[in-house]
């Protein structure tokens, strides 16, 4: 072969696919999964699929049973309180899916999630068998067999959605590193090990969700319990915190979830009630096109923000699919004020209800 024939093969492998090529994220992101919006839903019922809530005790009250029969709820969160024998367990979501919704929603199954991380934060019991900096040290087969693992508990139990991994990177010092919640302490190590434990995972039948975009890691406290402002550049949220998404979005990642740090650099508002963080930075950036999912909307960064409603309507608009609380009431009064702002025109219907298409099209591949 001449020397000009084969340095032309090397560009032409270069440009398009060689092994050691590197896709755009953007360009390399999966389809979204969306579905056909069931005809004559309402609008409080278009505004239900949005809110997922939580409840307590061990059986589902009166009153969420009755929310799930109207629409009003696409799905729940479940917690230590509600979760004790395996039996138990199964019963309770088994009870959950058989409650019987408008006839337009009853393909899709209800989002059942939980945080099963593992280490400190794990609701149910069996695996994921060691925390994310212990899956992190001992390597991404590793991880990759605890994904698996984690998968078949969750599933086995009824649950259809793993609040996890965390891809924050735990820098130093951070309440990420201090809690033994990260997969590594650089980008290339939370990529090399969470990543694997996404997608198996995910092989199971349990979608994966990657938290908390776009990074804790650099937070001191935890945002449940106190204000964080993340004074990093933009340069760095990128090259650092952000990172880890690409090649979970690229992998098929189903869900991610924006937390409620405030980062200067994009705006004043917690992350996700900011449109230059979830619309500019996961939506046209880095190309993700699965559903998006808040922090835990009870936070003190929320309520500071101007509770329920307000909340409610900035991170519809900001471009958040699923506002998730720990409560029903509080999902009750954000499906109310999301609603109304749908039916008055305050909220742009076409984003509404690719929203509610995404979250669906999620929905119709969870059995």
């Not at 009870?95 to 899709?108: D, E, F, V």
């Not at 087969?141 to 990177?169: C, E, F, H, W």
């Not at 699923?322 to 409560?327: A, F, G, R, T």
């Amino acid at each position: 072969m001449g020397a000009a024939l084969a340095a032309a093969l090397l560009l032409l492998l270069a440009l398009f696919g060689g092994r050691d090529s590197q896709p755009d994220p953007a360009s390399a992101a999966p389809e979204a999964k969306v579905a056909a919006i069931p005809a004559g839903l309402t609008n409080h019922q278009l505004a239900g699929q949005r809110v997922v809530a939580g409840f307590e005790g061990k059986t589902v009250p009166s009153v969420v049973r009755r929310r799930i029969e109207a629409g009003l709820l696409g799905g729940v969160i479940l917690f230590a309180d509600n979760l004790g024998s395996r039996s138990q367990v199964r019963d309770l979501t088994r009870s959950l899916q058989k409650i019987r919704r408008p006839a337009g929603l009853r393909r899709y199954p209800l989002l059942i999630m939980t945080d099963q991380e593992g280490g400190l934060v794990k609701r149910l019991s069996g695996a994921p068998q060691a925390s994310a900096e212990t899956m992190g040290a001992r390597g991404p087969a590793y991880s990759k067999r605890q994904g698996t693992l984690t998968g078949r508990n969750l599933k086995n139990a009824g649950i259809n959605v793993d609040l996890a991994p965390v891809l924050d990177v735990a820098r130093p010092g951070g309440v990420i590193a201090d809690t033994d919640r990260g997969f590594g302490s650089t980008a290339r190590q939370v990529e090399r090990n969470a990543i694997p434990f996404a997608r198996a995972m995910q092989r199971t039948g349990v979608a994966a969700t990657a938290k908390h975009f776009p990074g804790l890691g650099a937070a001191v406290e935890n945002t449940d319990f106190a204000v964080q402002r993340i004074k990093l550049s933009k340069a760095a949220l990128r090259r650092v915190d952000m990172a880890p998404y690409e090649p979970y979005i690229a992998a098929g990642g189903d869900l991610v979830m924006v937390g409620t740090a405030i980062y200067p650099a994009f705006g004043k508002n917690p992350a996700a009630f900011e449109p230059k963080i979830v619309r500019g930075e996961l939506r046209r950036r880095l190309g993700f096109k699965g559903v998006t999912v808040t922090d835990a909307m009870g936070t003190v960064a929320v309520s500071d923000f101007g509770g329920t409603k307000r909340s409610a309507i900035a991170g519809a608009r900001a471009g958040m699919d699923i506002l998730l609380y720990s409560d029903w009431q509080s999902g009750g009064k954000a499906e109310s004020a999301i609603s109304q702002r749908l039916r008055t025109g305050q909220l742009d219907r076409a984003q509404f209800r690719h929203s509610v298409a995404r979250i669906l099209g999620l929905r119709a591949g969870l059995r």
